[in-house]
């Protein structure tokens, strides 16, 4: 069935470093959403990514479609304390009786030395 | 406007016990997800209901877990006779459609002593 792998698990940086997680599938995607978790809260969505090659900017966030539509990437440039949490990708999978449900990866958890 | 809500925030029980979790969706959105995530881990699909149709159940790990959708809003998911595993946050989101941004609630904590 359709695997989503995350990379890294874990990331610590330094405050001010910058930070790039990826997600890679093992089959062509439609779309890629991306969600933030903070600590103790639940994920609140961040980005839809549909297009192959797109990318999008929410201020020092850069979010990547791969060319291929396989992988994604979600750049955090300069990080702040704020930046802390984890981040999961979401990507749809279509099942064998033509309903749709939501995969996520395994989550990046990022935490800022401040 | 109100949020996704869930019902209780926390949850104690007991070893075998039944529980009853409830997700409130937004106002309008068709489709609704449960999912589990233990301590630390990745959200875990349990099961998607979208409008009227069949609900997917294929990610309930075990025939103790149920769940309803009444009048195509407010959910409810069971789990019969709880064992230990099962402890874990119970997330629900509710989006617009299939492929809409999902919004998530707040999470019903479950312990299983």
């Known amino acids: 069935g359709q695997q989503v792998m995350q990379i890294p698990q874990y990331q610590h940086v330094q405050e001010g470093e910058d930070f790039t997680t990826y997600c890679n599938s093992s089959t062509t995607l439609s779309n890629i959403q991306w969600y933030k978790q903070r600590p103790g809260g639940h994920p609140v969505f961040l980005i839809q990514l549909v297009k192959s090659g797109e990318v999008k900017k929410q201020k020092r966030l850069t979010f990547q479609f791969g060319e291929a539509k396989k992988n994604s990437s979600l750049h955090i440039t300069a990080t702040q304390t704020t930046d802390v949490g984890t981040y999961f990708c979401a990507v749809i999978h279509i099942t064998t009786s033509g309903t749709y449900k939501y995969i996520f990866g395994t989550g990046t958890r990022l935490k800022v030395l401040a | 406007g109100a949020g996704v809500s869930q019902s209780p925030s926390n949850k104690v029980t007991e070893k075998g016990k039944d529980v009853e979790l409830r997700c409130d969706p937004i106002s309008g959105h068709t489709a609704l997800y449960w999912y589990r995530q233990s301590l630390g881990q990745g959200l875990e699909f349990l099961i998607y209901f979208q409008g009227n149709s069949a609900p997917d159940k ?52 479950l312990t299983v002593l």
């Open chain 2, 58 to 109: 294929s990610g309930l790990p075990s025939d103790r877990f149920s769940a309803e959708r009444t009048g195509g809003s407010v959910s409810t998911l069971t789990i019969q006779r709880t064992q230990q595993e099962d402890s874990a946050v119970y997330l629900c989101a509710s989006s617009l459609g299939d492929v809409n941004t999902q919004y998530f609630g707040p999470g019903t904590r």
